[in-house]
């Protein structure tokens, strides 16, 4: 049984820094791309980034690119998510994601059938 477990989240001002930590277990994670969404206050589950199951190839929505970055750790089993720059527009609870298979990028969250369980994000003006 595939599990997602989130860890990082917080309070932040805004301009600060946050890394969310995304440990997995139940599956070789190397064979799989990850991803990371959002969901807002407004109930919106938003697209924030992807990284191949290699970690050679990574996406990034728009709204945060330049400010966020993905990265894995597979001897570790482990996704990060590194926020710079935070702005209140920010302030969500964040989850990790693992697709049922595929090793490559994707921004859908039809595309992805494990899901942890988030972790809050607030950024504070």
């Known amino acids: 049984q595939v599990q997602l477990l989130e860890s990082g989240g917080g309070y932040v001002q805004v301009g600060g820094s946050l890394r969310l930590s995304c440990k997995a277990s139940g599956r070789t994670f190397s064979n799989y791309a990850m991803g990371w969404f959002r969901q807002t206050p407004e109930n919106n589950r938003e697209y924030v980034a992807s990284?191949?199951?290699?970690?050679?190839?990574?996406d990034v929505a728009d709204r945060v690119k330049g400010r966020f970055a993905i990265s894995r750790d597979n001897a570790k089993d482990t996704l990060y998510l590194q926020m710079n720059s935070l702005k209140p527009e920010d302030t969500a609870v964040y989850y990790c994601a693992s697709p049922r298979e595929g090793i490559a990028t994707r921004r859908y969250v039809w595309e992805y059938s494990h899901w942890g369980q988030g972790t809050q994000v607030t950024v504070s003006s």
């Open positions: 990284i191949s199951a290699s970690g050679r190839s990574t």
